[in-house]
């Protein structure tokens, strides 16, 4: 039985204690032991409120404790655990695993993954990135990732800060191109809805195809009259920008059709 203490109770907190309670329901030696809030209303209607505690004195021993708080918080967090020569990890894919203060054995448990408050996610599909200072804290970290994902993986902090940036670039910037629009249909009275299918047919080409031969669009072809059309049309100058900046990026690529 693998005792695990949660800190934290922000969405990926949230969501990783669903995800270890199914496992528990299906059979999983894993075992919530306390979860640490400044704030017990966070887990309202999700876990007992007997193992929430709000003072570290209170925090029960385990031998796995997860920090998922910000990125900015990990180092001062990691301190004020009440025990030594744990393995403490984080959830961070942007923080390096030296962040953990020493009193403890050090280690990352990233799950990839965009959570919102709210919205279930099926976690077997999640790949979790996992990183150690030895191996057995490896193969624990490795049991209690295969118990909630089908996806588990060996990522050392150098290879964690690239997947980072590369979810960055295919999750926040491409939301953000959503974004955009989502706007340019606004502003000419047309339902982004209609986008949709477009949205999800590209997303699901690339489980046949690379990114490189899924590019499809006027940039591909070097169809210049679309591209000054399209430029001609846009008259908010951060649009305008971005599709010059994306443009020459596909550009750059190499080949065209």
């Known amino acids: 039985m693998v ?16 995800a270890l309670q199914k496992s528990i329901f299906e059979g999983a030696e894993i075992e919530i032991t306390s979860v640490f809030s400044r704030q017990k209303k966070e887990f309202s209607g999700l876990l007992n409120s007997d193992i929430i505690c709000t003072d570290w004195n209170n925090l029960k021993e385990a031998d796995l404790f997860i920090i998922a708080v910000s990125d900015t918080a990990i180092s001062e967090v990691s301190e004020k655990i009440p025990f030594k020569d744990k393995l403490v990890v984080h959830t961070s894919g942007a923080v390096s695993i030296d962040a953990i203060n020493s009193n403890n054995r050090k280690g990352v448990f990233y799950p990839l993954q965009t959570f919102s408050k709210n ?16 191996a057995a804290d490896f193969e624990l970290l490795k049991k209690v990732a295969n118990s909630i994902s089908d996806s588990v993986y060996e990522i050392n902090t150098k290879q964690r800060k690239a997947l980072h940036v590369a979810a960055v670039f295919v999750n926040n910037f491409t939301n953000n191109l959503y974004k955009i629009g989502n706007d340019i249909c606004k502003e000419n009275n047309i339902p982004f809805e209609i986008l949709q299918p477009l949205i999800k047919e590209t997303a699901e080409k690339i489980n046949q195809l690379s990114p490189e031969d899924a590019q499809t669009g006027p940039a591909k072809r070097n169809d210049v009259e679309t591209i000054k059309s399209h430029l001609a049309f846009l008259s908010d100058e951060n649009q305008k920008n971005i599709y010059k900046i994306l443009t020459q990026s596909i550009q750059n690529n190499g080949k065209k059709l």
């Open 3 to 18: 005792k695990i203490g949660i800190i934290g109770s922000g969405n990926v907190a949230q969501h990783l204690i669903v």
């Open 119 to 134: 919205v279930a996610v099926d976690f077997k599909s999640i790949p979790i990135c996992i990183e150690s200072e030895n």
